[in-house]
């Protein structure tokens, strides 16, 4: 939890330790606690800029009264003022009950050419079903938590785009952990097993200034199982992320992630 995060982090401080932290809430962050969880900034800023290099520049989004919907709408907001587009409407619902705003959005003066759902893979099953019954068939556009069996099976989803780490990294790590345990890893198993990775690494190669401010937040950043990423001096991270597209089932990468950061 964040309030963890900002627990762990005041104790840390006072020892002058830095501290590496899993929390999806960007407010959990400051200097010297850094977040290596998949960030909704991140997701936001790759599908934004992916659609509007595809000629979309009119959004609507689409989104629950959720927490995970409220910090998704603002980073949505704020990634497609930097692109350059325009938000035609916000719509919001209560969860499961998503019919109304559908009719909202679809109502929107001026129309939209896509259409952003930050909604979770188990709310995903009521919205599909209300987008083909309202007869929606613009490009949908979401977040890395619909890389989901329960959402890559539903028929309104087919063709949609979301932002996500390329599953190579987690499969080839999938196959090791299954051979060693005997077991399925869970899907976040990858951020906990880079963050050991990261810290043996710098201890290894680095010496006394291994976990320094300079160190952990070097600008080209690191490579992990799930691609390149680096830490901000205020605390958050980027990510080098895929823009996947739903198809048949499964999603298959259309734009591939970045090797490297191409600037500070």
Known sequence: LAS???????????????????????GAASPGVYLLSFLIESYADRIVDYAVSRGKKNFAVLAPQSDYANVAIGEFQQAAQRAGARIATVARYAPGQPQSAIGEITAAPGGFDAVFIPEQADGMNAVAQALTTAGVKTQILGTGVWNDARVLR????????????DNTG????????????????????????????????????????RYSQAMLTNTS????????????PEGPNDRGLAVMQISAGTA?????????????
């Not at 298959?252 to 500070?264: D, T």
Request: charged content about 20%; hydrophobic content about 45%; aromatic content about 12%.
């Open 170 to 209: 987690f499969n080839a790590f999938a196959q090791r952990y299954k051979a060693k345990f005997n077991s399925e890893p869970l899907r976040l198993a990858t951020l906990s097993h880079d963050a050991v990775s990261l810290a043996a690494a710098l201890a290894r190669t680095q010496g006394a200034q």
């Open 4 to 26: 963890d995060v900002r627990e762990v982090g005041r104790i840390a401080k006072g020892a002058n330790r830095p501290v590496i932290a899993f929390s999806t809430d960007e």
């Open 154 to 165: 539903l028929p309104a989803l087919q063709g949609a785009w979301f932002a996500a780490p």
């Open 252 to 264: 298959s990468v259309i734009s591939p992630a970045p090797g490297r950061f191409s600037g500070s």
């Open 221 to 232: 950043g690191f490579n992990g199982i799930d691609g390149v990423f680096r830490f901000r």
